[in-house]
């Protein structure tokens, strides 16, 4: 009898972690709105130095008329980080009934020259 329990405790706990369902709190504000000004970041002077590349992941806080409120660094290099905050302050985004929360992801690569 324990282990029929033991094994149906484990069954449902793995059907828990392998299909979450979404909550009904959660806050439906992220969003997908069009960028109709898109800033090209400035490539850091160090990270050219350093020959940097990689991916700064932000997200910004853009209010109904499609100006970023603020931005919020979740990963990346650190020399970069504040070349895409920057360059994503200066986005635009297509007006809407209410601010968003944008994911947003900046690329950088060296230029060879």
């Excluded at 905050?85 to 009934?97: G, L, N």
Aim: hydrophobic fraction near 40%; charge should be positive.
């Amino acid at each position: 009898m324990k282990r029929w329990t033991a094994i149906l405790t484990l069954l449902f706990a793995s059907m828990a972690v392998v299909c979450p369902q979404k909550s009904f709190s959660q806050d439906d504000t992220e969003g997908k709105r069009k960028v109709t000004n898109r800033v090209v970041p400035d490539y850091p002077d160090m990270a050219r130095r350093m020959s940097l590349r990689g991916v700064v992941k932000v997200d910004a806080v853009v209010g109904s008329n499609g100006v970023v409120k603020s931005v919020e660094i979740k990963g990346g290099h650190p020399v970069l980080a504040q070349a895409a905050v920057s360059a994503v302050r200066k986005w635009r985004w297509e007006p809407s009934a209410h601010e968003t929360r944008e994911p947003v992801e900046v690329k950088f690569e060296p230029q060879l020259q």
